[in-house]
């Protein structure tokens, strides 16, 4: 008899799999960018592939794992969260893994402990970076709030935040209000996770 135990098709990363049994604090992450990546590439919303969204324009270079929690959505709730933002940005939540071993691998499912995050806004539209430690991770796998990792790794995630989308001539879009720990940030994701369930429907994959 075949194994039938196994679905036959992959499934999508954003709808298809689920945000952890133990979301808000430890949260599955689907990996789009790695800290050796000079290209952004982000989730096809409709086939669930990668593509290229565009080559990064300054040497600003990201020092942490880049990517989203699945079945999570920035709409209402999330946008309630960050004071003066106009609205979610219509995304998955996004977060950054810290991991002491390099991983230069993307479309990874990565189990990270969620421990703060920072509020950042994108033209006015709520756009969360949640801050979170590979699970298990020797050096950073004990990190359950922002303080217990060193300023400067929170400082670069930072500076790529705000710079990241500059462009000679114009303005900056990205505006960071601010830092936030754990308990901010399971809010954060805990809202993007029901904003998911109010506009897409369904429970965890």
Not at 5 to 28: K, Q
Not at 66 to 79: L, S
Request: proline share 7%; charged share 25%; hydrophobic share 40%.
């Amino acid at each position: 008899m075949p194994d039938r135990s196994f679905s036959r098709w992959r499934p999508h990363p954003w709808h298809g799999l689920s945000a952890g049994d133990e979301a808000p604090r430890v949260v599955n992450v689907y990996v789009e960018i790695t800290p050796f990546d000079l290209i952004k590439y982000e989730i096809d919303k409709a086939s669930g592939y990668l593509r290229v969204d565009r080559p990064q324009r300054t040497s600003s270079q990201l020092p942490a794992l880049y990517g989203f929690i699945p079945q999570t959505y920035c709409a209402e709730r999330v946008m309630r969260l960050s004071a003066g933002a106009t609205q979610g940005d219509g995304d998955p939540l996004d977060i950054c893994v810290l991991s002491e071993r390099p991983i230069s691998k993307s479309e990874l499912l990565v189990p990270a402990r969620v421990i703060g995050g920072l509020q950042v806004q994108d033209r006015g539209e709520a756009d969360d970076k949640i801050v979170a430690v590979l699970q298990g991770d020797y050096v950073w796998g004990e990190a359950v709030d922002l303080d217990d990792v060193p300023d400067v790794l929170i400082e670069r995630l930072e500076h790529y935040f705000t710079t990241y989308k500059l462009v000679p001539g114009e303005a900056p879009r990205i505006r960071i209000i601010g830092r936030y720990g754990y308990d901010h940030a399971a809010a954060v994701v805990q809202a993007a996770m029901e904003d998911y369930r109010a506009h897409f429907g369904g429970g965890d994959a």
